[in-house]
């Protein structure tokens, strides 16, 4: 059974560039979430999809996005990046019913911003 | 923002020692999850309690619930030099979806 996964592993851009970061949940899963995490932080909560919408989001600036297909597999787009977007982006997938609140995150994608 | 504050910051210890490390948090939640970073790596879930409940257990790890002091506690016994880790705790809400909020994380060293 494969975990989340996610790609590209390292990523490299420069100011003012747009980047695209994909992932596929854990099979099973219905729900994708997106984590920042800034060098010698926790994880902060990007944004929420489910049923290929956006259901909650955390407090980012519109320049981060997502979307969600149909076989539940999520992307984070970020527009016009700054230096201060470089970090490691975590996606979480779940199932969304109650009593199934663990969370089970991938290996991350870390970005650097030059 | 961050709901939870690790504490301590840092722990370096013995192999063979237990690790103790603390959480406090802010607001109501539903849960409350522990999980383990390495080396700036995904995050491996270790447990969730429910906030109607004290303690659990799971395997060499114990973790408590104090929701009238809104915190929690994890214990590693009798560690080991692979339990060295960034250790995070997060707390979920009441809402859909479960939205994790973090904690800063304790940095366990665990020397042979």
């Known amino acids: 059974d494969a975990g989340v996964t996610q790609s590209p592993t390292h990523l490299i851009k420069t100011r003012g560039q747009q980047v695209t970061l994909r992932c596929s949940p854990k099979?099973?899963?219905?729900?994708v979430s997106w984590y920042q995490q800034a060098l010698g932080q926790g994880p902060q909560f990007i944004f929420q999809?489910?049923?290929?919408?956006?259901?909650q989001r955390g407090n980012f600036p519109d320049r981060f996005s997502g979307h969600q297909f149909p076989n539940y597999s999520s992307e984070l787009n970020v527009n016009a990046l700054l230096l201060g977007d470089s970090a490691l982006y975590l996606c979480?997938?779940?199932?969304?019913?109650?009593?199934?609140?663990?969370?089970?995150f991938g290996p991350g994608t870390r970005l650097t911003v030059l | 923002s961050q709901q939870g504050e690790e504490d301590p910051q840092a722990l370096s210890i013995q192999e063979g020692e237990n690790a103790t490390m603390n959480c406090s948090y802010k607001?109501?939640?539903?849960?409350l999850q522990w999980y383990r970073q390495n080396s700036g790596r995904g995050l491996v879930h270790l447990i969730l309690?429910?906030?109607?409940?004290r303690e659990k257990h799971s395997g060499r790890l114990r973790v408590t619930l104090d929701t009238s002091k809104k915190s929690s506690s994890l214990l590693i016994t009798a560690s080991r030099a692979a339990d060295t880790a960034s250790y995070f705790c997060?707390?979920?809400?009441?809402?859909?979806?479960?939205?994790?909020?973090f904690g800063g994380g304790t940095r366990l060293m665990v020397k042979p």
């Open positions: 607001t109501s939640i539903n849960n």
């Open positions: 997060a707390t979920g809400g009441w809402n859909a979806g479960n939205m994790l909020t």
């Open positions: 979480a997938s779940s199932f969304d019913r109650v009593g199934t609140d663990t969370q089970y």
């Open positions: 309690i429910r906030s109607n409940e």
């Open positions: 999809y489910y049923e290929e919408e956006e259901r």
């Open positions: 099979s099973g899963h219905d729900t």
